[in-house]
């Protein structure tokens, strides 16, 4: 995936394949390769998270928004493999998911960082940058 023709060798296979994710057919696609996957080697994958919370994160970003991400890694997996934002947050009440980049004090905003919050928020997933200060939580406490 970090060479430049990666999706344009594998460009139509890729292309169905997002149509069906866009169309909302991504859960069966999860399903079908979770379990056959696990545990593999795999550049940009981790298996930190269960197919249950795959199947939850992808359900509320939707099929648009799912696609749109699994274009930009397969086209620019060198250039976009980093920025991705710190935190994904979900609401099991409201089925909501929320991208959150969390910055310190000094940190700025990389310019991959920027170009994902621009894709995320173009394809109507919700991020946030959190900014988080010094300070005594103490300053903090409700009385």
């Known amino acids: 995936?970090?060479?430049?023709?990666?999706?344009?060798?594998?460009?139509?296979?890729?292309?169905?394949?997002?149509?069906?994710?866009?169309?909302?057919?991504?859960?069966?696609?999860?399903?079908a390769n979770y379990d056959f996957g696990y545990g593999a080697e795999c550049v940009g994958v981790s298996w930190d998270i269960t197919c249950d919370q795959l199947l939850i994160v992808a359900k509320y970003i939707g099929g648009y928004g799912l696609a749109a991400i699994c274009k930009v890694l397969a086209r620019e997996y060198r250039s976009k493999s980093s920025g991705f934002p710190d935190l994904c947050l979900w609401n099991s009440v409201t089925e909501k998911v929320m991208f959150v980049e969390v910055k310190g004090p000094k940190d700025k905003l990389s310019d991959s960082q920027r170009d994902w919050i621009d894709i995320l928020i173009s394809n109507g997933i919700s991020v946030e940058v959190c900014l988080v200060r010094e300070g005594d939580a103490r300053d903090h406490e409700e009385p």
């Open 1 to 31: 995936m970090g060479n430049e023709s990666f999706y344009f060798s594998r460009q139509t296979l890729i292309e169905e394949r997002l149509k069906e994710i866009a169309g909302g057919e991504f859960a069966d696609i999860i399903l």
